[in-house]
């Protein structure tokens, strides 16, 4: 795979051209050529471990909760607590995000990122950063922002991933992550909805002072959805059977 280019994947399905990117409104359409050349602060050393914001809403009237759900719900929010656990859940339910190393960090209110350090299991045979890294990890990296706003009362799915490359990463990369829309607004109207993430990757600088580099772009769409509606179809489906 080619570190300049554009891969795309809706609903589990990818495709590469080493073309520039034209799709439809909503998607992203840039060549290196176009883009701005507006600097970014260093991120600095490796991210150290932060706490998630974790946003349980109420229990839902009518449905009860198992002990299944509630050590499911615990694992969740042990999972999104810090960088620790959220590597001990990794290990067993992710392997690839616990053998890539992300982390994340919150920087503001409104923005996190998250830190792919440039380790043998990322890198290809030419000694970069490997672009399938780049790409799997943007998934990885935005579905935790999400399911960090949301808590262990939702699940997270990734619906559409639009990546596209802009030049060769030769060292750790840096996401860095923010919605288009209010994540707690959504949550409060108690229905499923879709969240797109903006994703800017970066070539963290190897100086300090050093500006760091946009090495890609990526939007993701994800797909939430209150535990509790899940429960509901599956008491609807057994009524019927």
């Not at 795309?8 to 050349?37: C, D, I, K, R, V």
């Not at 839902?60 to 499911?72: I, L």
């Not at 859940?89 to 920087?107: D, Q, R, T």
């Not at 949301?150 to 802009?166: Q, R």
Request: with cysteine; proline share 5%; glycine share 8%.
């Amino acid at each position: 795979m080619s570190d300049t280019g554009s891969i795309s994947m809706t609903n589990g399905h990818l495709s590469a051209t080493s073309s520039q990117l034209s799709s439809p409104s909503g998607h992203l359409s840039a060549t290196q050529g176009q883009l701005s050349t507006e600097h970014h602060e260093v991120l600095g050393t490796p991210v150290p471990p932060t706490r998630l914001p974790v946003q349980t809403p109420a229990g839902t009237p009518g449905v009860k909760r198992n002990w299944f759900d509630k050590v499911e719900a615990f694992i969740s929010r042990l999972s999104s607590r810090d960088n620790f656990w959220h590597a001990v859940c990794s290990f067993i339910w992710l392997p690839l995000a616990f053998f890539s190393g992300i982390k994340m960090k919150k920087l503001d209110a409104n923005t996190f990122a998250a830190y792919l350090p440039f380790k043998r299991f990322n890198r290809n045979w030419y000694s970069a950063m490997a672009g399938g890294a780049l790409l799997a990890n943007s998934e990885i990296a935005g579905g935790m922002y999400v399911f960090g706003v949301c808590g262990s009362e939702y699940t997270v799915v990734c619906k559409e991933l639009n990546y596209k490359f802009l030049r060769p990463c030769l060292g750790p990369a840096v996401y860095r992550m923010q919605s288009r829309e209010n994540i707690h607004e959504q949550m409060r109207t108690g229905e499923e909805f879709n969240i797109v993430v903006d994703l800017t990757i970066l070539q963290q600088g190897f100086r300090p002072g050093e500006k760091d580099k946009r090495v890609g772009l990526c939007i993701a769409t994800f797909h939430v959805t209150p535990k509790v509606h899940h429960k509901k179809k599956k008491q609807r489906s057994d009524i019927k059977g």
